[in-house]
């Protein structure tokens, strides 16, 4: 069949039967080829309050970019993930709670989800949360950070969650930069049996005198300690406690923001990226639907965290728009010990588990021990996101965790595409281990070399995307400017994602890390720029820079070589007080695993640090450093070498 006689298929929510892999294709290509067509099929699959008039208008060319979708469209995102669902399966579960500590759940249906997220949605309303405000989220992993977010959805409030690991002043920042009215929070949470405290950090965040936009905040009685609110805090409880289970849906436009993201870039501040309504649902949806072959009625457990995109569309959005039941764990997969996991998997009768390989790798450094205890007998599909997962985890996935009888759906995809982009459909790929496979429909990937010329065939080079899909972020608020640097200038009218890969002889993808500034640790991305820039600002530090380096279970770690201020008497503890500081000023996530003392760095005769050396000594692979004849002075490469940590 060629596309033009294919009529495009919808595809539907109730769809049982996986594609075949010639259906796929012909569908990638009618895609390709006729995309509005394709989308206008697939924007059915959300209910729309006015019909959009028009599907594609994109444009990729830098000082001109501009993404929109679903034109002339209204609808509500909340609406589509609950209401929609009440007329015929109020009582089925929308949300499996699963407690930091072992044997506390809770089954949250549509129906209660509908009327916690109306009550909650009428309290910021009563504290004056209009539409295209922006609602700062900073919780914990329980189903009240799910009910925030499509409060938010439900009144047009654009938010913005801050991932409870991230420390007081990394949530300043992001406040200030979106100009948040409002901050959602919990008095703490709880992980692996710690307890952190979040309003404290809130409050710090809000000490700071450059913080004046934030007008209340929410807090969110998570334990029953007694703690004191200060001005301007209400307890969530109190707020939501008259409040009406009904409070009618928004309509939005399709291009109206649904939420702000941040996110580590190789330069500065993190940017906010922003996603909207018609095209991000639309693309969280299906995706989730297709990659994972969901069917209706299966628990589908997404073990990250909705601090992160992929909490965003494969936690909330894409799962309950599909009116999945989606499984939220507040705890680590290692907590009590590694047989967690199975014993989550048996106990809610799991079919689908989403994580990331460095879960993956945490859970295999002890052995088969996650395999205990448990009989994980209803897993279908496993899922994997973050970085590249390498061959040896892949297969203990495979056979330890799903015995030998699941599929692994590697996904890559990033915080600015809002869903997946090069992954496996279950039930329809074939599989490679360590290869994302192929593109989902609608992307065009292609690999170039650095003068952006296209490489064909068998070949490895840097990712592009060549045209708009619908669930791409639109652009980083308040720096339009900025978005188009970030993405369209490398290569001249495509989106550049800021990865390496190769392609294989079968038209495979495997994605082989960042080609930029920015580290993958523990499938966390931060930026060298920001640890530096913390770096620099004790009193002790003349000078810092920051490169990743292999690390076995976190995929990259952070390997710190910093330059005293002269005078400084460097000493064990000092070292330690680094550490620590790194950990309180931007978040734990950012702990240096190896600090160097150097008196000076590599730098150009221009004074530029030379990375790529650094780079390879934190790696234990000095030997090729390549050509140092540009440097300033060479003798402190050697000096480098012989203080180097990584033996
Ligand atoms: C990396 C997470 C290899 C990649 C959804 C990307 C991956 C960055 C994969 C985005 C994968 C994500 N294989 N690498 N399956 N998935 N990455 O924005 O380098 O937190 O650019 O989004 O993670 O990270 P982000």
Redesign the pocket.
């Known amino acids: 069949m060629t596309s033009k006689s294919y009529s495009i298929p919808k595809i539907n929510h109730n769809q049982s039967n996986p594609l075949t892999m010639e259906q796929y294709k012909e569908l990638y290509k009618a895609s390709i080829e006729t995309p509005d067509e394709f989308w206008d099929a697939q924007g059915q699959r959300l209910d729309w309050m006015t019909p959009y008039t028009k599907v594609k208008q994109t444009r990729f060319n830098k000082g001109n970019v501009n993404i929109d979708w679903y034109a002339g469209g209204k609808l509500n995102v909340s609406s589509n993930c609950i209401d929609r669902h009440l007329s015929q399966h109020a009582d089925e579960t929308a949300i499996i709670w699963e407690a930091d500590s072992p044997g506390h759940s809770q089954h949250i249906s549509y129906q209660q989800l509908h009327d916690e997220v109306c009550k909650l949605a009428n309290g910021l309303k009563s504290l004056g949360v209009n539409k295209g405000d922006r609602v700062v989220i900073y919780m914990p992993m329980v189903p009240e950070a799910a009910y925030a977010m499509l409060a938010c959805a439900r009144l047009g409030a654009i938010h913005s969650v801050i991932f409870a690991g991230f420390s007081p002043h990394a949530i300043a920042d992001r406040i200030i930069d979106c100009e948040a009215k409002i901050v959602i929070t919990s008095d703490i949470s709880k992980r692996g049996g710690k307890s952190l405290p979040l309003k404290a950090n809130v409050d710090e965040a809000l000490a700071r005198d450059d913080v004046t936009c934030v007008e209340q905040t929410i807090i969110f009685n998570h334990d029953d300690v007694e703690m004191p609110l200060l001005d301007k805090q209400i307890w969530w409880h109190k707020l939501t406690e008259n409040c009406a289970v009904t409070c009618p849906a928004e309509p939005m436009d399709a291009e109206d923001p649904l939420f702000i993201l941040y996110?580590s870039g190789s330069t500065g501040q993190p940017k906010g990226l922003v996603h909207t309504t018609g095209g991000y649902l639309v693309y969280a949806s299906l995706t989730h639907q297709m990659i994972f072959d969901y069917k209706p009625g299966e628990v589908y457990w997404c073990a990250a965290d909705v601090g992160?995109?992929?909490g965003h569309t494969y936690i909330v959005y894409g799962p309950l728009a599909n009116r999945a039941t989606t499984l939220m764990f507040e705890g680590v997969p290692t907590y009590p010990d590694e047989r967690r996991i199975g014993q989550i998997i048996d106990n809610h009768k799991v079919n689908i588990l989403y994580t990331a390989p460095t879960a993956i790798r945490a859970l295999m450094a002890k052995g088969n021990l996650a395999a205990q205890d448990s009989h994980r007998d209803t897993l279908r599909i496993l899922g994997?996101?973050?970085?590249?997962?390498n061959p040896e985890a892949w297969h203990w996935y495979n056979d330890v965790v799903g015995k030998s009888k699941c599929e692994i759906i590697?996904?890559?995809?990033?915080?600015?595409?809002g869903g997946a982009m090069?992954?496996p459909l279950a039930g329809t790929t074939k599989l490679k281990p360590g290869s994302?496979t192929f593109p989902f429909f609608g992307i065009q990937p292609a690999l170039v070399d650095a003068e952006g010329n296209e490489l064909e065939g068998e070949n490895e080079g840097n990712l592009i995307i060549k045209d708009s899909w619908p669930g791409q972020a639109r652009t980083i608020y308040g720096d339009h400017k900025r978005f188009e640097e970030t993405y369209f200038s490398a290569y001249e009218n495509v989106y550049f994602?800021?990865?390496g890969c190769k392609r294989d002889n079968d038209g495979y993808y495997w994605?082989t890390?960042?080609v930029d500034d920015?580290l993958?640790v523990s499938?966390?991305?931060l930026g060298t720029a920001e640890i530096e820039s913390s770096l620099v600002a004790h009193e002790k530090i003349a000078e810092a820079a920051v490169v990743g380096y292999p690390h076995d279970i976190k995929g990259q770690g952070i390997y710190v070589y910093i330059t005293p201020i002269s005078g400084t008497e460097v000493t064990e503890d000092l070292t330690k007080a680094i550490r620590e500081w790194v950990r309180h000023d931007l978040s734990p996530i950012a702990t240096p695993d190896m600090i160097q003392w150097t008196n000076g760095l590599p730098k150009t005769r221009s004074g530029k640090i030379m990375r790529r050396i650094l780079r390879k000594i934190a790696a234990n692979d000095y030997a090729q450093l390549g050509d140092t004849s540009t440097l300033a002075d060479p003798s402190v490469v050697d000096t480098i070498i012989e203080n180097r940590l990584n033996r």
């Open positions: 996110t992160w995109v992929t994997s996101v973050g970085e590249p997962i590697d996904t890559w995809w990033q915080t600015e595409t090069i992954t994302a994602t800021g990865d994605i890390g960042r920015v993958n499938g966390h991305r």
